[in-house]
């Protein structure tokens, strides 16, 4: 079996950066997408070049903090002071599921200003290309990954899933509302450990998370918050290490995907 670990949002915060780097050097991540708008952001991609054996991705971030291109040219996803709308706004708006709150055009543009952003911080291109919390629901957003994807031959994650046949580890934990109660009750490490034996046998399987260190801004940007620790207790526990090495799973990045 070959697992690909994966936690998202790498650079969101300060504390997410140091959970993920954490748990890539003390734990099993081996795939990582990285904000690129983010006043962080800059700080976060000053570790990867030391840390070739993980596949640092780009995720496209258009709802938290403020956007890599010029705010009168993606008028549809930002506030009259150049932030982004955030998802819970748009989950509140009446007319929410409708393409017209994430026009193609406005996120194709916001999309290539973060693409070539992440080419300035890193001097490399992503290992993958993935989406960041409204993927399920627009699907101009999705599109514009996806034609991205093709103009640039950086792979799409899902897409690179969907030909593998990946199947994913246990992760219905995290299930919403993300209230505070709710995230603080999360028993992460202790929900994947009686459900992960059921992957054996497969091929490929994602154990994706959003591995972090709780800080305050943090509590600024996102209600998906204290559910982070949890993740990192999973992906550094010694329930994951052992249970990888006793069933000689092999640890995977996008770049052995692609090779498939």
């Known amino acids: 079996m070959k697992l690909l670990t994966q936690s998202d949002d790498?650079?969101?915060?300060r504390?997410?950066?140091?959970?993920?780097i954490?748990?890539?050097?003390?734990?099993?991540?081996?795939?990582?997408?990285?904000?690129?708008?983010?006043?962080?952001?800059?700080?976060?991609?000053?570790?990867?070049?030391?840390?070739?054996?993980?596949?640092?991705?780009?995720?496209f971030n258009i709802v938290?903090?403020?956007?890599?291109?010029?705010p009168s040219k993606i008028p549809h996803l930002v506030h009259e002071d150049g932030t982004f709308v955030r998802s819970t706004e748009?989950?509140?708006?009446?007319?929410?599921?409708?393409?017209?709150?994430?026009?193609?055009?406005?996120?194709?543009?916001?999309?290539?200003?973060?693409?070539?952003?992440?080419?300035?911080?890193?001097?490399?291109?992503?290992?993958?290309?993935?989406?960041?919390?409204?993927?399920?629901?627009?699907?101009?957003?999705?599109?514009?990954?996806?034609?991205?994807?093709?103009?640039?031959?950086?792979?799409?994650?899902?897409?690179?899933?969907?030909?593998?046949g990946m199947?994913?580890?246990?992760?219905?934990?995290?299930?919403?509302?993300?209230?505070?109660?709710?995230?603080?009750k999360t028993d992460a490490l202790g929900y994947v450990k009686e459900r992960m034996d059921a992957c054996l046998g497969q091929e490929y399987v994602l154990l994706g998370g959003h591995v972090g260190f709780v800080d305050a801004e943090l509590f600024r940007q996102t209600t998906y918050t204290i559910i982070r620790a949890k993740d990192h207790e999973l992906f550094t526990s010694a329930f994951i290490k052992d249970w990888i090495k006793k069933n000689n799973v092999e640890l995977i990045t996008y770049r052995d995907l692609l090779e498939q």
């Open 10 to 13: 790498y650079g969101f915060t």
């Open 15 to 20: 504390g997410v950066t140091l959970g993920i």
């Open 22 to 59: 954490d748990a890539i050097d003390n734990g099993v991540v081996r795939n990582t997408g990285l904000f690129v708008n983010m006043p962080e952001s800059e700080h976060a991609a000053s570790f990867i070049k030391d840390r070739p054996e993980v596949c640092f991705g780009i995720d």
């Open 64 to 70: 938290s903090g403020r956007p890599v291109a010029d």
């Open 90 to 164: 748009r989950y509140a708006d009446p007319r929410f599921g409708k393409e017209e709150l994430w026009p193609y055009e406005d996120v194709m543009v916001e999309l290539h200003a973060q693409l070539n952003r992440f080419r300035e911080l890193t001097g490399q291109d992503p290992g993958y290309l993935h989406g960041h919390s409204i993927s399920a629901v627009s699907k101009a957003y999705v599109q514009a990954i996806r034609d991205l994807a093709k103009e640039t031959g950086i792979p799409y994650s899902m897409d690179v899933h969907q030909r593998v």
């Open 167 to 184: 199947v994913w580890a246990p992760h219905d934990y995290n299930v919403k509302p993300f209230t505070a109660e709710n995230q603080i």
